[in-house]
């Protein structure tokens, strides 16, 4: 990620300390390649090194959450997807992909191989990319410096 995205989510969250977690571990990040099957994107890889779970415009599911996001770790997130639409075939892109994040109706954002970051709209079926990388999602999210917020 680039450096000035880094010091602004740094500096929101210096400032909103309740939507910030605590750095995941190396050994947490393997482990959710490990379950998930997977590499995790660099970007989001140092976002969870970083901050872990926290709050940046967007919940941004990883380890470690602040007191403002659920307990859910990446890989229980996931793997709960995962299961739920492998029944019915639903988006198998999903096997090759960690949900990092939710919408407000429950719908999975996912990281996929790619690096995009992509939407399933579990009402309509319909899927939607929201950006062409991790970086650009948060950026997308993330507020700016308001000092009313």
């Not at 941004?60 to 029944?87: K, S």
């Not at 990092?100 to 579990?122: K, N, Q």
């Amino acid at each position: 990620m680039q450096q000035d995205l880094l010091h602004r989510i740094k500096a929101f969250l210096a400032k909103n300390e309740l939507f910030a977690g605590t750095p995941a571990t190396p050994e947490q990040l393997a482990e959710a390649e490990a379950q998930l099957q997977l590499q995790l994107d660099p970007d989001y890889r140092e976002f969870l090194s970083l901050f872990g779970a926290s709050y940046v415009g967007v919940p941004v599911y990883g380890f470690n959450p602040g007191p403002m996001l659920p307990d859910t770790t990446v890989i229980q997130l996931t793997l709960e997807f995962r299961q739920a639409y492998a029944a019915e075939a639903r988006w198998p892109i999903l096997a090759q992909s960690c949900v990092l994040a939710l919408t407000g109706s429950g719908d999975p954002v996912i990281l996929d191989p790619a690096g995009r970051i992509r939407v399933y709209y579990h009402d309509s079926h319909e899927e939607d990319t929201l950006a062409d990388s991790f970086a650009d999602f948060i950026e997308q999210h993330l507020p700016t410096a308001d000092p009313d917020f």
